[in-house]
């Protein structure tokens, strides 16, 4: 129904779940607002506006930083709440990082879009910005529900004044201006600690809610669960005027899938180059992308009386030559461990070495963050040490 948001921007493909469902059966009952204690030190916090949908609490809280002016809006349960606020305290007064030369500009059929109008060089961190908005996605689609706009009212009212213009001036989607769908044009999900309360969230930077998507991006997002911080980092080298683009969805999706995500999730038609390019090249990427998932495939099932090692290396090849022409290499951390496994199963260590270095690299460098999923990089360490013993 139209009352039910879904599918916000997926940012790593590896870690986050691929859709959020918002849609909650059941009705609201409103309650009227509870008052908690303030916060000590120099974050002021409001007296949170809750209600109650089936004897789940969910609260808007707002925290302010008195010292750097940064608010953060929160829509969770309670103990949730505790959790990310824990998170905004301790990320202090993190500035945006913003990579000189970057300019918010008109562009063609997109609305506006961040331009470089410097070069930028691969793996470098284009952006690194703090949430306004942490909504719990079940809590945001209650809310929703009420028609309570005391509730939306709150998570804009009570941010710092300068982030309130920098939120109400953001992309409305096709909708009305309100803050039900700035989230929806804008949010990006994030996967975060909330104090085994296991909600989906999504989160609002408004400087990267900027960048368009494109479906062969030249930069790549993933979230800091322990700041809330979004960072934006190059894919490739960018060059003076180009405009910077993620994938709002997995990246490896065909034409016909990316599509239907984008119309049915985000409300727009793709227009970027891939998207817009001729027939027969769209074919030979979709071609491409299904070979690719086909091999993923046949890779991760193999077993132990399937296994070889031949065929593994040629596959493996395969995947990395079609990830090179469709810009697939932040999902690739995988493939490079399985080689280093092959190799140093018939102690070839010199090359096993090389592909755990590699794929440990590419972990770090597009996935593992502090306080994010690591369990690949200790793995990989544990692998390292046994090949270095
Ligand atoms: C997160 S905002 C991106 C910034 C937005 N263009 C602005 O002016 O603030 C998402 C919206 O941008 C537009 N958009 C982003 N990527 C697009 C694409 N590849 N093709 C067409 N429209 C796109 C759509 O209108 C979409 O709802």
């Not at 027969?280 to 070889?308: C, H, P, V, W």
Request: proline share 3%; hydrophobic share 40%; net charge negative.
């Amino acid at each position: 129904s139209s009352q039910c948001l879904s599918a916000q921007h997926l940012l790593s493909q590896n870690q986050l779940p691929l859709r959020q469902s918002w849609c909650v059966d059941g009705d609201l009952e409103t309650e009227s607002p509870r008052v908690l204690s303030k916060m000590e030190g120099s974050v002021s916090s409001h007296e949170p506006v809750c209600v109650e949908v089936k004897e789940k609490e969910y609260c808007i809280h707002t925290a302010s930083d008195l010292g750097s002016g940064h608010s953060l809006s929160i829509v969770a349960r309670p103990t949730a709440a505790d959790a990310i606020l824990a998170a905004f305290l301790a990320s202090g007064t993190t500035p945006l990082l913003y990579k000189h030369g970057l300019e918010i500009r008109s562009v063609p059929d997109k609305g506006k879009g961040l331009v470089t109008a410097i070069s930028i060089k691969k793996k470098e961190t284009i952006l690194l910005e703090r949430a306004y908005v942490v909504a719990s996605a079940q809590g945001f689609a209650n809310a929703a529900r009420s028609q309570d706009q005391l509730l939306f009212d709150a998570v804009v009212d009570q941010l710092s004044v300068v982030d309130q213009e920098v939120v109400m001036s953001l992309d409305m989607g096709l909708g009305n201006k309100s803050i039900e769908n700035i989230m929806k044009t804008n949010a990006f999900a994030c996967q975060l600690e909330d104090g085994s309360v296991g909600d989906g969230y999504i989160c609002l930077f408004p400087s990267v809610s900027r960048i368009n998507h494109a479906c062969q991006p030249n930069a790549h997002a993933r979230f800091i669960p322990k700041t809330l911080q979004m960072e934006v980092k190059a894919l490739r080298d960018i060059g003076a005027g180009e405009e910077i683009s993620i994938s709002y969805d997995k990246i490896d999706l065909k034409y016909a899938e990316r599509q239907q995500s984008y119309k049915d999730g985000w409300n727009f038609s793709c227009t970027c180059s891939l998207c817009t390019a001729s027939r027969a090249d769209i074919a030979g990427s979709d071609e491409r992308r299904a070979r690719f998932a086909q091999l993923r495939k046949m890779l991760e099932n193999l077993t132990a009386d399937t296994y070889d090692a031949q065929q593994i290396v040629a596959w493996e090849k395969e995947v990395m030559e079609i990830s090179a022409r469709e810009g697939l290499d932040v999902l690739l951390a995988a493939d490079y461990e399985r080689l280093a496994y092959v190799y140093a199963g018939h102690g070839m260590v010199r090359d096993a070495k090389l592909w755990a270095e590699k794929a440990k690299e590419s972990l770090l460098e597009w996935v593992a963050v502090e306080g994010g999923p690591n369990n690949e990089v200790r793995r990989l360490d544990a692998l390292l040490a046994e090949l270095n013993a």
